[in-house]
């Protein structure tokens, strides 16, 4: 079964790879994130055969399309990707952006078909994990299973988090409950919680939050204005933390 990774030009990304990029999850910087630790040395050997890596997406290729049928879900090893729908009027609705270490593509699981369709950001190397090998394994390393479990968790919470983010009124409040949900994944990433790089467009913040271009700018202005945050470009630095979170309102 090939990896499912394509340029934006293909109607599917199914086609075969023929350059494998072997990385093995031992050595993996991200492996204690997107891995569940109890697998012994065996157990792990046994995932790390069914997972498929090819050469890296570039900006703008299609990982998926919506629609295409449900193969395998995805962990991000490097880069950033975002998913998204299509609306009946042909309009893209970002529904989540995804970081190193995390698993998308879940969604196709329920229908056998992908609900979304995912897109890199920036230059992204994929680990294709086909989910019926995953099954299979899953059935009998407990530990494994348990961690799927997990990883659909925290899919659901992410589902919450964005109906948050679109049910409060102030555009400062979304702005900020986004910023520290990057900054908490970053420090699940023993990366900087208070300064880091947002891959995507303000064009897609904007998209993914409800607010247009004009909004996100007026509030990383008035946010850097009040000592909240420094901003250089897509170059967050967060200067008071609780200052961050009073923004974003989360107590209501």
Do not use: W
Request: charged share 25%.
């Amino acid at each position: 079964m090939s990896a499912r990774m394509a340029n934006s030009s293909d109607a599917n990304i199914g086609s075969a790879c023929s350059h494998e990029y072997r990385v093995s999850c031992d050595t993996c910087r991200l492996s204690q994130i997107c891995l569940p630790l109890a697998l012994n040395g065996e157990d792990l050997d046994r995932l790390e055969r069914i997972i498929q890596r090819s050469k890296p997406l570039q900006k703008n290729d299609l990982l998926y399309r919506e629609g295409a049928p449900f193969e395998s879900i995805y962990a991000v090893r490097s880069g950033a990707v975002k998913a998204f729908r299509t609306t009946g009027d042909g309009r893209e609705q970002v529904t989540g952006f995804y970081f190193p270490g995390e698993i998308l593509g879940m969604d196709g699981i329920s229908s056998g078909a992908h609900a979304s369709s995912a897109r890199a950001l920036e230059t992204s190397a994929i680990c294709a994990i086909p989910f019926d090998s995953l099954e299979r394994l899953s059935a009998h390393l407990p530990g494994l299973q348990r961690h799927l479990f997990q990883l659909m968790s925290r899919e659901i919470t992410e589902d919450q988090l964005l109906i948050t983010l679109l049910s409060k009124n102030a555009a400062e409040e979304r702005v900020a409950t986004l910023l520290l949900s990057i900054a908490r994944r970053n420090a699940r990433r023993h990366l900087s919680a208070t300064q880091f790089r947002l891959p995507m467009s303000r064009i897609d913040i904007g998209n993914y939050l409800g607010l247009t271009v004009e909004t996100i700018s007026r509030v990383f202005s008035r946010l850097q204005k009040n000592g909240v945050l420094a901003v250089d470009n897509k170059e967050i630095h967060v200067l008071d933390n609780a200052a961050l979170e009073r923004a974003a309102n989360l107590g209501t």
